[in-house]
Each structure stands twice: as structure tokens, then as C-alpha cells.
T-cell receptor, first 111, second 119 residues
């Protein structure tokens, strides 16, 4: 069973709208959690890295939250743009540097 | 910022032939490189971890004789898919981390992937 569950699997929103992507993980203990953006046919690009002691981290229009107690993270995208269309992948990192990749949420932003 | 270059971006080969994929770190020394494969709409699956100058560590279920990994220098790792078959068709991605930063806190830079199609 995948130890990282992301929801929704896919999402369509209109340009300018906000959205929130969810990530539930079961890996423990973990040292940090990363969110990546992956355009179709490209490699992932890092958006945020949070340690277990951080609750929130922002990178421009992207804001990630983390609740280490419930093992949940979210990625909030504000004022979406067409270029935000991509897959967003949640990646918790074990303390032994073992990374587990979620299947991602496929976001489509329409004009 | 750190850049990882992967080549080729696309390759089509006939069944039974071998294909080599290169992963280069352009502005840092990559002591460790990782190789993944990704099927459509699925997550990245780690195939192997490659440390410069030593043998790669393969994940369970990955055939080391089929997926040959060489990490002979601090800037280059190669993945060779030997005797490729149609079921090897996939998206292969490398990532790298190096001296001065570890995968613990680094963003772990990825190549842009190689789309392999075996006919």
C-alpha cells in the first residue's frame, strides 16, 4: 500500500481561483515533507520543504501546511494561473533519507 | 540554482537493443544520484541509488543486470536499459544531490526525464 495518499486525484479550476490539495501520509518517523510541481513530460521541481516542526511555508502563490500529529499536509494555490496546470506531488522523507512519492494531484487551470 | 541535465529526452528503440540515458549535474558535484521510473498517472518509483565511485544500490524488484548504472564521475551517471522490451517503455528520471547539501534538506534537483518507447 502506498504510504502517501493524495487527494483529489485530479482537479479542474478556472483561472484566478484558489485551490487546496491534500496529502495524508503514514510514514513515521519523518524528517521533512516536500511538495513538487511536475509539468507533463518533465522532471519535478521543488516548491516547498518543511521540517516536522514547521506548520506552514510559503513560496509565492504556493502555501504548504503541515500537521505532524495527524500526518496531513496541504498545498494551497492562490490566484491560479494557466501555468499552474501540472501534477503536484507530496513527498515525505524518512529520517534515513528514504523518500516516498505520492501519486500526485493533476491540476488543470482553464481560462 | 543547481541544474541537472538528462539526455536524451526521448528515445525509440527496437526490442532487444540497449539504450543509454545520461544524467549530468551542470554546476555542482553530484556525489549521489537517483534513478526513477514513472508510469502514466503514477508516482515516481525509485529504481536505484548511485554513489560516485561505487556500485549502485537497487531497490527490491529492480534487476541490476537489466538496468546498468554507472556513476564514474562527480558530474555524470548513466542508466543503460539492456535488451529492452516493450514493457520497459516508461518515463525515466534522474535526480542528484552533492557535496555541500544532502538530500535531507536539499530540494533534490531532478532531470527533465527520458521518454523510452520500445517497439
Amino acid at each position: 500500500k502506498n504510504q502517501v495518499e493524495q487527494s483529489p486525484q485530479s482537479l479542474i479550476i478556472l483561472e484566478g481561483k484558489n485551490c487546496t490539495l491534500q496529502c495524508n501520509y503514514t510514514v513515521s518517523p519523518f524528517s521533512n515533507l516536500r511538495w513538487y510541481k511536475q509539468d507533463t513530460g518533465r522532471g519535478p521541481v521543488s516548491l516547498t520543504i518543511m521540517t516536522f516542526s514547521e506548520n506552514t511555508k510559503s513560496n509565492g502563490r504556493y502555501t504548504a501546511t503541515l500537521d505532524a500529529d495527524t500526518k496531513q499536509s496541504s498545498l494551497h494555490i492562490t490566484a491560479s494561473q494557466l501555468s499552474d496546470s501540472a501534477s503536484y506531488i507530496c513527498v515525505p522523507l524518512y529520517n534515513n533519507n528514504d523518500m516516498r512519492f505520492g501519486a500526485g494531484t493533476r491540476l488543470t487551470v482553464k481560462p | 540554482g543547481a541544474v541537472v541535465s538528462q539526455h536524451p529526452s526521448r528515445v525509440i528503440c527496437k526490442s532487444g537493443t540497449s539504450v543509454k540515458i545520461e544524467c549530468r549535474s551542470l554546476d555542482f558535484q553530484a556525489t549521489t544520484m537517483f534513478w526513477y521510473r514513472q508510469f502514466p498517472k503514477q508516482s515516481l518509483m525509485l529504481m536505484a541509488t548511485s554513489n560516485e565511485g561505487s556500485k549502485a544500490t537497487y531497490e527490491q524488484g529492480v534487476e541490476k543486470d537489466k538496468f546498468l548504472i554507472n556513476h564514474a564521475s562527480l558530474t555524470l551517471s548513466t542508466l543503460t536499459v539492456t535488451s529492452a522490451h516493450p514493457e520497459d517503455s516508461s518515463f525515466y528520471i534522474c535526480s542528484a544531490t552533492g557535496q555541500g547539501f544532502s538530500s535531507y534538506n536539499s530540494p533534490l534537483h531532478f532531470g527533465n526525464g527520458t521518454r523510452l518507447t520500445v517497439t
